[in-house]
């Protein structure tokens, strides 16, 4: 049987196109809650681009930053779906899937960065073994610069917590506020300005890039730089998406992700340092605690690190003994 010409024809271009067309790259979607400002979504978005550069192409992550594709409590189901293969997190916001994700938001624990780096690398495999039990693997963790207590007045005494209301982001901030005798109001950052201009807060506890960028100096005149803690984002993958890459691109995504880490650490630093000459700049009186108000602060806090190591068990006190042995070993 004769094949017509143009069925003929139809087969040849086919094929031709078959052979001439590469293998597709493959595209993942990144979500984060932050706003573009952020030095998270910076330091997120760089690791995108040496992923790209890395691989030539073949992998590229695109970066959907201010909670533009997904809110921020939807992302770690939506990586765990996979829905979208990568997401970055306010990691404590997990608290209540695990006692082990507040540990970073201990007052009094880790409140410098070289003792938040040691409690990242203690709590890291833990971590870790968490996610895989979801199918969800981290590829780096940033921190923000340590948290203080935004006023509109000039903070004395912890009884002036009384009946104020605090945005806390997190369960354990909202904790430390309760100790306090404060009322804990929970707010996504980008919606703060609206939560000062309609009362629903009167304080906040959080960093002074959060600060910078949410233009404090607009509802508050005081920051108390209390170094109360410092809590981490972190981004992670789908980890079945990331088995899917071949041996050279897995090497390159976890590269980026290793340089990500190191730069965003630095980069937090950095970040610190500019942010609290903004908000004197613009007018904030910044200062550091009273020796009495720290002493309130710190029983405070202790109160509410005892509490969770009686609900996160052996576990947890493994994790801090892995801890107190790395902060040994580096003294030495």
Known sequence: MR????????????????VATPALADQWNLASPYGDASFHTQNT????????????????????????????????????RGTVQAGEIFLSTLS????????????????????AYD?????????????????LMPLYAVPWPAQGIYTDFELTDASQFEGLRVRAPNINTQRFVENLGGIP????????????????????????????????????????????????????????????????????????????????????????????????SHGITVSEPSDALQQQLKAAGQKLFEDWQARAGDQAQQLVDRYRERQAKQSQ
Request: hydrophobic letters at 40%; proline letters at 4%.
């Open 45 to 80: 978005k760089q690791f995108a681009e040496d992923v790209a550069d890395a691989t030539d192409g073949e992998l590229t992550i695109t970066v959907h930053s201010g909670g533009s594709l997904i809110s921020h409590a939807e992302i770690k189901p939506s990586v765990r």
């Open 185 to 280: 109001t929970q707010t996504e950052e980008a919606d703060i300005p609206t939560a000062f201009s309609t009362g629903r807060v009167d304080a906040m506890i959080t960093s002074v890039s959060t600060g910078k960028s949410m233009s404090a100096w607009d509802y508050v005149s005081n920051y108390s730089d209390a170094n109360l803690w410092l809590p981490k984002n972190i981004v992670f993958v789908n980890k079945r998406a990331f088995d899917r890459l071949d041996d050279a691109t897995q090497k390159a995504v976890l590269d980026a992700a290793a340089k990500a880490e190191q730069r965003g650490w630095q980069m937090s630093k950095e970040d610190a340092a500019e942010s609290a000459k903004a908000l004197e």
């Open 119 to 135: 409690l990242w690398q203690a709590s890291k495999p833990i971590i870790t073994e968490l996610f895989a039990k979801e199918g």
């Open 96 to 115: 209540n899937e695990s006692p082990i994700y507040e540990v970073d938001t201990l007052p009094g624990l880790a409140g410098s960065y070289a003792d």
């Open 3 to 18: 094949i017509p010409y143009v069925q003929l024809l139809t087969i040849a271009v086919a094929g031709s196109l078959a």
